[in-house]
């Protein structure tokens, strides 16, 4: 039973340093949004997962792997805002408090990874748990520790996407 723990330990551990390397690249926005999603599935070993992000008022379906939703769209409703205040939490239980119940069923949701940047939710991956078993509670530590990378990664994405708007419109006004 120990070699088993260790290998696991092991093998978290690993995953780790390829999440902090991965997720401390200069990527661009939509790099990381594809990218990072990709990661992330396949890292932690999704069955099915859907990644949405914010735009305008509404949360839109960009990627998604082995559900048959070719589009998809959430309102942002208030108690869908109020996941932000859940910062550094994976959800895995009480879906009906954030989603509405036609999503919950149709994506199956075992857990959902917030993408919060500073205290707005800008995304979220949704998910219908592992391939195979459920998630361990190490499992979900480094799940946790993930998607705290990946918010940081967007954040600062974010951040170098409006300095560089800012810095157009600065050179546009001195022309």
Request: hydrophobic share 40%; net charge negative; with cysteine.
């Amino acid at each position: 039973m120990d070699g088993v723990m260790k290998k696991d330990n092991v093998q978290h551990c690993g995953l780790l340093l390829n999440s902090i390397d991965f997720f401390s690249q200069s990527l661009h926005l939509e790099q990381l949004t594809y990218y990072g999603y990709e990661f992330v599935h396949q890292n932690l070993g999704l069955k099915s997962s859907a990644l949405f992000i914010l735009e305008g008022d509404q949360y839109i379906l960009k990627q998604h792997k082995e559900y048959n939703h070719d589009t998809y769209a959430l309102d942002n409703e208030s108690k869908m805002k109020t996941i932000a205040t859940l910062f550094g939490r994976i959800i895995t239980h009480d879906f009906d408090s954030y989603f509405q119940e036609d999503f919950i069923e149709s994506f199956n949701l075992k857990m959902v990874i917030p993408l919060i940047v500073k205290d707005r939710l800008v995304g979220f991956i949704a998910s219908d748990g592992k391939e195979e078993g459920v998630f361990s509670e190490d499992e979900m530590q480094v799940a946790g520790a993930m998607m705290q990378l990946m918010n940081t990664a967007y954040g600062n994405a974010l951040n170098f996407s409006e300095l560089e708007v800012k810095n157009y419109e600065t050179r546009q006004k001195n022309i």
